[in-house]
């Protein structure tokens, strides 16, 4: 199985400062059409997770755009430019490259 | 609006059974592919299984091969999961998670519902 590994596992921010959390995978995610379905996903406390970004860098509808995502092959990273309270909670990565799709252990936000 | 809404979890004895389902609506259940996602308590995301649009095709993570199965129906808008053979390691809330394609999915998750395996 490819496994996610994330860092740091406990992020704590101030208010309005950026954050960074870095995703890498045991093996290249490029599938054979060419994209790498390297996803990120957001639970906040006590709700379902909700996807955020899809295909490294895709960010879905709704989400703000002091989400950024990027990387390639194996190494990605989830930016947030500005953190804002409603930020708090768990956000983890996911391959859907290689079957079982894999997630890594999440990475919790916190504010200062 | 997109909705899914997932129902029979509960509590179970260790080699007992149970079946989920996930109800859909707002949207053309018969062209996505489904998902079942779980989460042990305090513990991150896990992959389960997943069903392709007309469930002709099913994968299952290994831990859960052979004891769960995944369906669906789309006459009704639910997909299912089947759960044999459960023991504590299994206990967990379940998420039915949305995909476009095998390879592309997550974009909307249920509330999930909580599967408790214990004497």
């Known amino acids: 199985d490819v496994v996610m590994t994330q860092s740091p596992l406990s992020l704590p921010v101030t208010l309005g400062q950026p954050a960074s959390i870095s995703c890498r995978s045991s093996q290249s995610l490029v599938y054979t059409d060419g994209n790498t379905y390297l996803n990120w996903f957001q639970q906040r406390p006590g709700q379902s997770p909700r996807r955020l970004i899809y295909k490294v860098s895709n960010r879905d509808s709704g989400v703000p755009d002091r989400f950024s995502g990027s990387g390639s092959g194996t190494d990605f990273t989830l930016k947030i430019s500005r953190v804002e309270a409603e930020d708090v909670g768990v956000y983890y990565c996911?391959?859907?490259?290689?079957?079982?799709?894999?997630f890594g252990q999440g990475t919790k936000l916190e504010i200062k | 609006e997109v909705q899914l809404v997932e129902s029979g979890g509960g509590l179970v004895q260790p080699g007992g059974s149970l079946r989920l389902s996930c109800a859909a609506s707002g949207f053309t259940f018969s062209s996505y592919w489904m998902h079942w996602v779980r989460q042990a308590p305090g513990k991150g995301l896990v992959w389960v299984s997943r069903i392709n649009s007309d469930g002709s095709s099913t994968t299952y993570a290994d831990s859960v091969k052979g004891r769960f199965t995944i369906s669906r129906d789309n006459a009704k808008n639910t997909v299912y999961l089947q759960m044999n053979s459960l023991r504590a390691e299994d206990t967990a809330v379940y998420y039915c998670?949305?995909?476009?394609?095998?390879?592309?999915?997550?974009?909307?998750w249920g509330q999930g519902t909580l599967v408790t395996v214990s004497s």
């Open positions: 996911m391959q859907s490259t290689h079957w079982p799709h894999t």
């Open positions: 998670v949305r995909g476009r394609l095998s390879i592309l999915w997550g974009d909307y």
